[in-house]
């Protein structure tokens, strides 16, 4: 079987600056199902990497003559672009079947099938033993009905099996399928993170045991939180390291679990040497940070030279509404430790709560100035399908845009009790003008110690964000 996976043209999310990550998910399903079936043929097109557009993408799966064609997907925000992507291999291939993922198609699974006629099929959750299984059947000439955790067409019937267990063991899964894209590794950068370092990912667990109620990852991954053990990610960053060349890792993890198992990967990375030659980064709750300060000096130690903190909000109200289960003292607190240990700290911060005013939000950018962090992001609450939020908006009509293209935290797609979805995007610029336009910030950033901050702050004066936010008002 000739197994092709895509990773589509599309374009990312400006507020990183350069950025062209690696298809971690499609690389992840790749390596599992070439070492499940060796035999087949897999191929993997990154229509990024290799500088492919539309007619590059149908050039390259004529020359593929697909039988299945996998694409990946992740943010609803790119969910049009996905289906182009399918309806792009059925015009090349009609008889080869596609099949896509995701949070955003296993969400709205069986909506998408009967919108979109070019999707033969969609993996619901994990999708490792899904995708197995659907070569398996194809290739037997099998009904797929016997295939947990998928949504399929059957003549003009759309059905869903049951749900698929989910992995118990992280450590059985193949290493990430670098070699399948081994040779454009040099064009995956981030230039505002990594510099020039060679960058790559990897995932050292799944899922989340909180309820945020704005993410969408809860339910995606049942709940629940999953974890490959300390020596597994240690050897991965070293597979990375020695086979790829990486220097720059993105712990691409929910949420960065800290206790025994962290300082067991701390002890590792430090035992082996790779703290001095691969440096890492992570996101992780504020209370896990407070809790575990007396790893942070080890974690240092370790490569780990950039923490992202989910903050989101200054107000213990509206952090009870998000069920975040954090509070505001927590997250300066967390702050300043990473500080006193060397390891830059990110902010994340959302604004376009339903109760959110023009004073709650300049109230979020004075928290924001008080708390100080090396780096902050402002994002605007956004209704992910499959997400507590969601239902909520939908059952009360507060969605104003069902563009999923404006689904990525930069746009307003629904207003406040108080505030249009245009003032709320004002906000958003306000914001960021607020924080990025602090000439005494902008002049500590560019002469701090932290050479990961001093870095970042020179890349960010050369970019034009606040300009391309206002575009969007």
């Known amino acids: 079987m000739r197994v092709v996976f895509v990773e589509p043209p599309k374009e990312f999310w400006f507020v990183m600056g350069e950025y062209l990550p690696p298809p971690t998910a499609a690389l992840q399903l790749a390596a599992y199902l ?13 229509c990024q990497a290799e500088g492919l557009d539309w007619r590059g993408l149908e050039r390259r799966l004529e020359a593929e003559e697909p039988d299945v064609v996998a694409v990946s ?20 291939a009609p008889d080869a079947l596609t099949i896509t993922g995701g949070q955003h198609f296993t969400a709205l699974a069986e909506p998408s099938l009967k919108e979109y006629p070019v999707i033969d099929a969609i993996a619901r959750g994990e999708g490792e033993w899904t995708l197995v299984e659907v070569v398996e059947a194809r290739e037997a000439g099998r009904s797929l009905a016997e295939v947990k955790g998928l949504t399929f067409r059957h003549g003009d019937e759309v059905v869903s099996t049951p749900p698929r267990p989910l992995i118990e ?22 230039r505002m993170m990594a510099g020039d370092r060679r960058y790559l990912i990897i995932e050292g667990s799944r899922g989340c045991s909180h309820r945020c109620t704005f993410c969408s990852q809860c339910a995606f991954w049942g709940n629940r939180w999953r974890a490959k053990s300390a020596k597994r ?6 597979y990375c390291r020695d086979q790829f060349d990486a220097e720059f890792i993105w712990l691409t993890d929910d949420n960065f679990a800290f206790g025994p198992r962290a300082d067991r990967l701390f002890n590792e990375l ?6 001095d030659e691969v440096l890492w980064f992570v996101q992780a709750r504020v209370d896990d940070v407070v809790a575990s300060r007396e790893s942070l000096p080890m974690m240092r130690r370790a490569g780990n030279e950039w923490v992202l903190l989910g903050v989101e909000s200054g107000s213990l109200e509206m952090l009870a509404s998000y069920r975040k289960g954090v509070s505001p003292g927590q997250a300066r607190r967390a702050v300043e430790l990473l500080k006193e240990n060397d390891i830059f700290a990110q902010a994340t911060l959302i604004i376009g709560h339903r109760r959110d005013t023009r004073a709650s939000i300049e109230g979020l950018r004075r928290f924001v100035d008080d708390l100080d962090p090396d780096l902050a992001i402002f994002m605007i609450l956004t209704p992910f399908p499959g997400t507590e939020l969601y239902e909520e908006a939908v059952r009360n009509g507060w969605i104003e845009d069902w563009n999923w293209a404006h689904y990525d935290m930069i746009h307003a797609v629904m207003p406040t009790e108080t505030l249009t979805r245009q003032e709320v995007q004002q906000e958003l610029h306000d914001c960021y003008r607020s924080f990025y336009g602090s000439l005494t910030r902008r002049l500590r950033g560019i002469f701090s110690s932290n050479r990961f901050k001093r870095r970042t702050y020179r890349y960010l004066a050369s970019q034009n964000l606040l300009r391309q936010l206002r575009d969007l008002i």
């Not at 992740?74 to 090349?92: D, G, I, M, S």
């Not at 990610?233 to 070293?238: L, Q």
């Not at 430090?270 to 703290?275: I, P």
Request: hydrophobic content about 40%; aromatic content about 6%; glycine content about 4%.
């Open 34 to 46: 070439e070492a499940e079936r060796p035999r087949d043929e897999v191929t993997v097109i990154d």
């Open 73 to 92: 997907s992740v943010a609803t925000c790119n969910a049009y672009t996905v289906v182009r992507a399918l309806e792009t291999a059925k015009r090349v």
């Open 169 to 190: 063991d992280l450590d059985a899964l193949p290493m990430p399928g670098y070699h399948l894209v081994e040779d454009h590794l040099d064009r995956y950068h981030f």
């Open 233 to 238: 990610i240690a050897d991965e960053i070293e």
């Open 270 to 275: 430090v035992d082996r040497g790779l703290g």
